[in-house]
């Protein structure tokens, strides 16, 4: 009687499944770059022209609208009012907004011009970075150095004795 070939008779084919890596055979990932620390002394980039216009607009919703407590709602609709001022309308916001950008770029060239000169602290910020890097050291770790001489001392007098 002759038999029908079974799934162990047929041959092996080679698994399609994608095989997963594991340990040393994965792919190394290259490291992230972390970002440089922010300096607390750099001047803030000024306010665009509709941060200037929301800044009043804000008020005024608020005064209409006491009891609305929703951020979204206030925004939502100070970029609605912002869509539909006209250009004259517009005009003493975009000049508010450019004399802000013209300070800031004052400000900016000052500070570019203190970072190139030896970085971005002042004199006294400096002198006040050393201070606390003193007040840093504990107090126990300055006495311990003293201790452990005195006991060096201690038992020089006790090996002459």
Do not use: H
Not at 18 to 33: D, H, N, T
Not at 85 to 104: F, N
């Amino acid at each position: 009687m002759k038999r029908g070939k079974s799934k162990t008779d047929a041959p092996k084919k080679a698994d399609t499944k994608l095989s997963v890596k594991k340990g040393s055979e994965r792919v190394a990932k290259k490291p992230r770059k972390s970002k440089a620390d922010k300096d607390p002394n750099k001047p803030k980039r000024p306010q665009s022209a509709f941060f200037v216009f929301m800044e009043e607009f804000r008020k005024i919703f608020k005064e209409k609208n006491p009891n609305n407590k929703s951020v979204a709602a206030v925004g939502k609709a100070g970029g609605d009012k912002w869509k539909s001022l006209s250009e004259e309308e517009k005009a003493p916001y975009v000049a508010k907004a450019a004399k802000l950008k013209a300070d800031y770029t004052k400000t900016m060239a000052a500070y570019n011009k203190g970072q190139a000169g030896g970085g971005s602290r002042s004199a006294a910020a400096a002198a006040a970075a050393e201070d606390d890097e003193e007040s840093d050291k504990s107090k126990s770790e300055v006495n311990d150095d003293e201790d452990d001489e005195d006991d060096e001392e201690d038992e020089d007098e006790d090996d002459d004795e």
